[in-house]
């Protein structure tokens, strides 16, 4: 079965509408435009909505008879970047612009609720989530910590991604992680600041974060199994003001990224017993602080495979990769499936030649996509819900 025919007739209404949600990006937890946007296209279906869930959160629900429940989620905030493409559709906020495809996401699920509102064909409940905050925030722990799954009840939830790399027409989804935790930790090495021409009335914090940077590499390397996976990145090194002048202090920040709780419970212990003890060794302190951030996206095996299924009906079996390569990217629908059974999959958003890659000044989401996620959606409630 390939795109839905109804919606195929709508593919240019929602092209308009991810046009003007682009030109409009809003950063987390200010998606003030974008929330009245999608509510207003909500009741233009007669689909129910309630507001207010993590600030400017949204969840529209659809109910017919006695049934299943199912959450659809998808994410409506943009990124801080600064658009560098010339298309008409541009963003209109310096600053700003939906480098990730979340103006897609939103419409996908929008297109899906206008399909799923005029036709009625399932018996159950369907809730669409509309999250904010995805970069970074946790828009998605903020709207369970205010009570998501309780005043909106499923028992399975679905979440969906546009991949650069991936050609228009394919989808790829697997059991298990999808995506990384993502983890942000700080080292503050302490040293006695000084003249640069007398090291040796100092205590050189410098020397010593340059130890730790480079052993911190060994977390990886050394202590992990050499098939389990893991990231450790120094991203930030911030310290001194003068070029004569050893500082009293080195400040180093960066991220972790692991898929198995038990490989970032080790990072984490690692990085601090790391940095500790080179400090010592150094005549120096460290201070650590180490910031779980987003757990690993973890599909469950039988949501997994039934998203690959509704995949293979829209774009056929050979179009849909069972098993595609995990990402070290970070994710917070993870929050969502460490409270119910469901499924993360990647649609396809063509190549990413030119730097139209996720997060750059030169992506934009395909619109050609529109009605294959939209389809998607569709399909996937009206076979967990059948009529």
């Known amino acids: 079965m390939p795109v839905v025919n109804r919606i195929a007739a709508f593919h240019e209404d929602m092209t308009r509408w991810r046009h003007v949600l682009h030109q409009h990006p809003e950063i987390a937890f200010q998606e003030f435009r974008t929330s009245d946007f999608v509510a207003d296209r909500l009741a233009d279906f007669g689909i129910a909505v309630e507001r207010g869930i993590a600030g400017t959160g949204l969840v529209a629900t659809l109910r017919r008879g006695e049934g299943p429940s199912v959450g659809l989620r998808a994410d409506m905030d943009a990124l801080p970047v600064t658009e560098a493409n010339h298309f008409d559709h541009v963003s209109q906020a310096p600053g700003r612009m939906h480098a990730c495809g979340h103006d897609g996401h939103t419409v996908m699920l929008l297109g899906a609720a206008r399909y799923l509102a005029e036709t009625m064909n399932f018996r159950g409940t369907v809730h669409f989530i509309f999250q904010p905050?995805?970069?970074?925030?946790?828009g998605g722990r903020k709207m369970i910590e205010e009570g998501l799954f309780d005043r909106f009840p499923v028992e399975r939830v679905f979440g969906m991604h546009n991949w650069p790399g991936m050609p228009?027409?394919?989808f790829g989804v697997r059991p298990g992680p999808?995506?990384?935790?993502?983890?942000?930790?700080?080292?503050v090495v302490r040293g006695k600041g000084g003249h640069a021409a007398m090291p040796d009335q100092c205590t050189d914090p410098v020397v010593a974060a340059a130890q730790i940077v480079l052993a911190l590499q060994t977390i990886v390397s050394r202590n992990l199994h050499p098939v389990d996976a893991?990231?450790?990145?120094?991203?930030?090194?911030?310290?001194?003001?003068?070029?004569n002048v050893i500082p009293s202090a080195i400040v180093l920040r960066g991220t972790a990224r692991a898929f198995r709780p038990e490989t970032r419970d080790l990072i984490e212990r690692r990085i601090g017993e790391i940095a500790r003890g080179i400090a010592q060794a150094g005549g120096c302190t460290a201070d650590y602080l180490?910031?779980?951030?987003?757990?690993?996206?973890v599909n469950a095996e039988a949501?997994?495979?039934?998203?690959?299924?509704?995949a293979?009906?829209?774009?056929?079996e050979a179009n849909v990769d069972r098993d595609p390569v995990p990402t070290m990217g970070g994710e917070d629908f993870a929050f969502m499936l460490e409270e119910k059974p469901g499924a993360y999959l990647f649609i396809g958003n063509g190549p990413s030649d030119g730097g139209r890659v996720l997060h750059s000044p030169h992506y934009d989401f395909d619109d050609a996509l529109l009605p294959l996620g939209a389809s998607y959606w569709a399909k996937l409630v009206e076979t967990l819900l059948p009529a």
Not at 178 to 187: F, L, V
Not at 312 to 316: C, D
């Open 133 to 138: 905050a995805e970069e970074g925030e946790g």
């Open 168 to 170: 228009v027409g394919q």
């Open 178 to 187: 999808m995506m990384a935790s993502s983890d942000s930790w700080e080292i």
């Open 230 to 243: 893991g990231v450790v990145s120094v991203t930030q090194v911030h310290g001194g003001d003068a070029f």
């Open 290 to 297: 180490y910031d779980r951030r987003y757990p690993a996206t």
């Open 303 to 310: 949501e997994a495979a039934l998203a690959a299924d509704i």
């Open 312 to 316: 293979a009906l829209i774009v056929g």
